[in-house]
């Protein structure tokens, strides 16, 4: 048996949450006596795997792989699997893992977990924890089926570094036209950002901010720390923000080391999205705002008048 893991790259550049996921396979690998192996489709980064904790990376590359579809990196997963006795698979739960995961569960007959935010406990049988109803409560879930889907929330697991280098092989999958049942007609990325489901820190803002001018009040002030930018329902269905941003219970859900949300109520639907964050500071001029209940850190005061003290001494602080 064997623990492979989904390294996942985008544009020949391995994502963070590739590294934790790996971390994590690697740590479950150790647990139960046996090899953790990554496994990186198409054009993947620099780094060498092994310094994250892979035994072994396998590398998959082809013409079919140029565009991203669900169904063709599922079979290649699930082929992978089945060659090297992988009965656990772990993937980060980013939109890639999270297209990919229930149809590699189908493939491979397999249990499939979500949400996952803790070391699988292995003393008795194979108990995982994971968040349930919207980040509101934890669940220890206890999986029985031989074959294991493994779906990591990132920045919920540390990355470990090893001072090793893994051996990497090259692979073909035999993948055809048959295998995809969906064409892609255009991909639009955004670039110079930082992903919210990877971003460590993330500044926010809702209606309190009153129109999409002042939004630069926001966008200083995530400049100045290195965060990424995040917003509330109603500014991105009023279109102040694009939907990327919108992080809520219908939206993106974090789990950042550091959330400031300024002129932000806390509705229960956008806790939903943020509740797991580390450390939560709000800023609101209405002391009886629901968010205060839920912050580490409060604020009564103008977003107008704050945002741009915090800029300015973090930036004095910086030097």
Known sequence: MAVLVFSESDNGKYKKSSFEAISYGRDLADQLSTTCIAVSIGNKGEENLGQYGAHKEINVQGDVYQDFNPNTYAKTLSELSSNNDGQIIVLSQTYTGKSIAPILAIKQDAALVTGIIGMVNTSDGFKVKT?????????????????????????????????????????????????????????????????????????????????????????????????????????????????????????????????????????????????????????????????????????????????????????????
């Open 131 to 319: 968040t349930v109803f919207s980040n509101k409560a934890v669940a220890h879930v206890q999986v029985n089926q031989a074959n294991k889907i493994l779906s990591i929330i990132p920045n919920s697991y540390q990355v470990n570094i090893y001072e090793s280098k893994s051996e990497i092989i090259s692979h073909n999958i035999n993948v055809s036209k048959k295998d995809l049942n969906t064409k892609i007609l255009k991909t639009e990325k955004e670039t110079g950002k930082i992903p919210l489901t990877e971003a460590e820190l993330v500044i926010s803002a809702g209606r309190g901010l009153k129109a999409a001018e002042n939004w630069n009040l926001v966008e200083d002030l995530s400049e100045a720390l290195g965060a990424a930018t995040a917003c509330s329902k109603p500014v991105s269905d009023m279109e102040w923000r694009p939907h990327s941003e919108h992080v809520g219970q219908t939206g993106i859900t974090i789990k950042p080391n550091l959330y400031i949300a300024a002129g932000i109520s806390g509705a229960i639907q956008h806790l939903a999205g943020v509740s797991s964050s580390k450390v939560i500071c709000v800023i609101n001029t209405d002391p009886e705002a629901p968010f205060f209940k839920a912050a580490d850190y409060g604020i009564v005061g103008d977003a107008f008048d704050i945002l741009p003290r915090l800029t300015k001494r973090i930036r004095e602080i910086k030097g």
